[in-house]
T-cell receptor, first 113, second 115 residues
Framework: AQKVTQAQTEISVVEKEDVTLDCVYE???????LFWYKQPPSGELVFLIR??????QNEISGRYSWNFQKSTSSFNFTITASQVVDSAVYFC??????????FGKGTLLTVNP | DAMVIQNPRYQVTQFGKPVTLSCSQT?????MYWYQQKSSQAPKLLFH???????NEADTPDNFQSRRPNTSFCFLDIRSPGLGDAAMYLC??????????????FGPGTRLTVL
């Protein structure tokens, strides 16, 4: 069985602070894919990143960075210099050998001006 | 821009009155998915089409049906909506050629209210 745990239900920061969203996963598959999605108040899930299990390189995209560590089964997401527009629910998700995307429960990030 | 479109964005129906939600895509993706998302919860997969092949999740109620008349369109039919079916319904697509499935692109969702 696959499982994704996002222990942080809600996080509140002040604009320009850095914030890290945690994601821990469980799977028995040796090949799997990890994803992060952003869901702003409008409701649409926006794809942010995909990593496969064989690629542990960290990735940076502008103010966003991701830290994938197989040893701890974690795929954490950091936003540097947060902005009000970053306020949203962020979902971490896992897909193993089958088609099904297993989502975490999401972390509500509020960035205050 | 290529995208996933859902209509309507908001739908109000009465208890027991059939309702159809629609999804279209200009991405030419071969896989289409329907998710149900209730307040403060993660999306829950109802079913998906891989090309023309329909794949139902084991715990999806019979009250939910789907149709995919062509590559671009997919419909979600709720035959007799109950109060518990009030939720956001998300359509998603992906391009896949066997395993593994690639990232899914989501539409803006239809928020269903059942009175």
């Amino acid at each position: 069985a696959q499982k994704v745990t996002q222990a942080q239900t809600e996080i509140s920061v002040v604009e320009k602070e850095d914030v890290t969203l945690d994601c821990v996963y469980e799977t028995r598959d040796t090949t799997y894919y990890l994803f992060w999605y952003k869901q702003p108040p409008s409701g649409e899930l926006v794809f942010l990143i995909r990593r496969n299990s064989f690629d542990e390189q960290n990735e940076i995209s502008g103010r966003y960075s991701w830290n994938f560590q197989k040893s701890t089964s974690s795929f954490n997401f950091t936003i540097t210099a947060s902005q009000v527009v970053d306020s949203a629910v962020y979902f971490c998700a896992l897909r193993g050998s089958n088609y099904k995307l297993t989502f975490g429960k999401g972390t509500l990030l509020t960035v205050n001006p | 821009d290529a995208m996933v479109i859902q209509n309507p964005r908001y739908q109000v129906t009465q208890f027991g009155k059939p309702v159809t939600l629609s999804c279209s895509q200009t991405l030419n993706h071969n896989v289409m998915y329907w998710y149900q998302q209730k307040s403060s919860q993660a999306p829950k997969l109802l079913f998906h089409y891989y090309d023309k092949d329909f794949n139902n999740e084991a715990d999806t109620p019979d009250n939910f049906q789907s149709r995919r008349p062509n590559t671009s369109f997919c419909f979600l039919d709720i035959r007799s909506p109950g109060l518990g079916d009030a939720a956001m319904y998300l359509c998603a697509t992906s391009r896949d050629g066997g395993t593994p499935y690639n990232e899914q692109f989501f539409g803006p969702g239809t928020r269903l209210t059942v009175l």
